[in-house]
């Protein structure tokens, strides 16, 4: 079985079009899971929804505790993208032995359609997280990469190794 925890980040956002704001309602997982016709053995988890610059030690050390407190050796988190790496050094910090663990996101909400890299970036995920020996991972624009080799290239919109 593979374990998801839903954060939050761009990847659950949804747009009001009066305000032109994004905000959070419920996580799109349950959604993109069903329309890509996933037939995993997966169990769904929502720890928080929030944009993943307003993440704290404390959200992160609630997430390393749920990854320790799970039976599978198999974990993907949904993540915001501006906070991912430093969330992915500290459950590397954490040695949670045994476990495959990668972060994912997107840089544009699933809820705006065709033009997200969302789904995407999820089915990418899920392939790694199964293929991937334990450690902690990023998987970001259909490739992955180790924790400590990763940052995101903020003028370009894409992960790269480092």
Not at 98 to 114: C, D, E, R
């Amino acid at each position: 079985m593979i374990q998801i925890f839903v954060t939050g980040g761009t990847f659950d956002k949804e747009y009001n079009f009066v305000t032109g704001k994004l905000f959070f309602q419920d996580s799109n997982l349950p959604e993109m899971l069903d329309r890509g016709r996933c037939t995993l053995d997966l169990n769904v988890r929502t720890l928080m929804m929030v944009d993943s610059l307003e993440i704290t030690d404390l959200d992160r050390e609630n997430i390393a505790n749920n990854c320790r407190g799970v039976e599978t050796n198999q974990i993907l988190i949904t993540h915001g993208t501006d906070t991912m790496v430093e969330t992915a050094e500290y459950l590397a910090q954490k040695a949670i032995a045994g476990k495959t663990i990668v972060l994912t996101g997107a840089m544009i909400p699933y809820a705006f359609g065709s033009s997200s890299d969302g789904f995407f970036n999820l089915g990418s995920a899920l392939a790694f997280v199964q293929a991937l020996p334990p450690g902690v991972y990023v998987a970001m624009n259909g490739r992955y990469f180790n924790w400590d080799a990763v940052q995101k290239n903020r003028s370009t919109g894409y992960f790269e190794a480092v």
